[in-house]
């Protein structure tokens, strides 16, 4: 059976309800080991100039692949869309469309990626309530400039913020 979704979730996983975090959430059904695909996100790729903002759960539904490009998820409740923010991600990017397993995961765990590690935008800045002893409180596009995060996430942001980073060291 085709589904009609446009992404694509590893069986080991699955979108479920948080209602403690007013959405929802992945979480792994079975072991996750380190460097497994988890999603490969799928859609219209558009540029800045197109992104509409009024549209229904908007932030959950894009993602920065490039300078000024995004890939946008014209599916409304796809259930790859639900991958949440932390400030100690289990999941970083591999390449502009995918998200990996930094270590294992385990069953019952939520998978969550940081948004540093693929906005290079201000469109979806926010408070965050993550929880974890490292939470930066505020997220936004520039977080990615972060020294710190830039050692932490190392190999695991998108490519075009990869390059940004590789070419903030050749003006130094």
């Avoid at 993602?63 to 409304?76: G, T």
């Avoid at 190392?154 to 940004?164: E, I, M, N, T, V």
């Amino acid at each position: 059976m085709i589904e009609k979704f446009f992404s694509w979730l590893s069986p080991k996983v699955e979108s479920v309800p948080f209602h403690h975090k007013g959405g929802c959430g992945v979480v792994a059904r079975q072991l996750v080991s380190a460097g497994e695909v988890v999603v490969m996100w799928g859609g219209r790729v558009i540029p800045s100039s197109e992104l509409d903002f009024s549209v229904p759960d908007f932030s959950k539904r894009v993602l920065q692949v490039d300078e000024d490009l995004f890939l946008f998820n014209p599916l409304l409740n796809d259930p790859a869309d639900c991958f949440n923010h932390s400030c100690d991600p289990n999941a970083g990017m591999n390449g502009p469309t995918s998200l990996i397993a930094m270590r294992d995961i385990f069953a019952g765990e939520e998978i969550a990626f940081d948004y540093a590690m693929c906005d290079g935008s201000d469109y979806d800045e926010f408070d965050c309530n993550c929880g974890a002893p490292c939470c930066r409180h505020h997220i936004s596009g520039a977080d990615w400039k972060n020294p710190e995060l830039q050692r932490r996430y190392a190999g695991y942001f998108s490519p075009y913020l990869q390059r940004r980073i590789a070419a903030s060291f050749l003006h130094l």
